[in-house]
């Protein structure tokens, strides 16, 4: 450093306020500072805070908005499941119905079933018994005309006459199978006894 610096510090230091005046400023740096001051401030006052405040009222607004949608939506999802349960607590009744109504129709056709296979057994058993009954009857006419023919030709050769005469034969055929059929009777009937 050179001798003209030095000698600016040491000049500088002895012009320099000392004790509390070191701390305050001059009069003039405080009325300007304050003028400067104001002047911020009212610009401050009038044109940006307003704008914070809008910004500010704008969130505050949204928020409030977005709450209230957020409260609408929530207020409107717990109706939503609150109907979604009703109409699953319908559709499980409704399905509980519809089982007991299959079941009970199942049942009906499980007896109409029953019914018409007793019917339908009835009616084969009915049409075995007149065919039992029909071969019955055809055997039985065939046996008298084989029995009655068998009667004839042995009488003829007992009796020594012919007997083909057809009345005399039916009348002679009639009399042994109703002796056959007595004696038939009558051996079941001792066989029981």
């Given amino acids: ?6 000698a600016a510090v040491v000049t500088a230091a002895e012009e320099a306020p ?18 400067v001051l104001v002047v911020i401030g009212v610009a401050f006052y009038r044109y940006v805070l307003p704008k914070f405040q809008a910004v500010l009222d704008e969130r505050t607004a949204k928020i409030e ?12 999802a717990a109706q939503a ?3 979604n349960q009703r109409q699953l607590g319908e559709a499980r009744a409704e399905a ?23 019917e339908e057994a ?14 019955r009857q055809q055997a039985s006419v065939s046996l008298r005309a084989d029995v009655g023919a068998l009667a004839t030709q042995l009488a003829s050769k007992i009796v020594g006459e012919s007997l083909e005469d ?3 034969r039916s009348r002679v055929v009639d009399r042994f199978l109703d002796e056959l059929e007595t004696s038939t009777v009558g051996t079941s009937a001792s066989k029981g006894s």
């Avoid at 009970?104 to 019914?115: D, F, S």
């Fill in 1 to 6: 450093m050179s001798t003209a610096a030095v």
């Fill in 18 to 35: 000392a004790g509390i005046s070191l701390l305050l400023p001059a009069a003039y740096d405080l009325v300007w500072s304050t003028v």
């Fill in 65 to 76: 908005g977005g709450l209230a949608l957020a409260e609408t939506a929530q207020a409107e």
């Fill in 81 to 83: 499941l609150a109907e």
């Fill in 96 to 118: 509980a119905r519809i089982r007991e109504d299959a079941r009970t129709e199942a049942g009906q056709i499980v007896a109409e079933a029953r019914v018409r296979a007793q």
């Fill in 122 to 135: 009835h009616r084969v058993l009915e049409n075995a018994q007149k065919q039992i009954d029909a071969e």
């Fill in 166 to 168: 057809e009345a005399r």
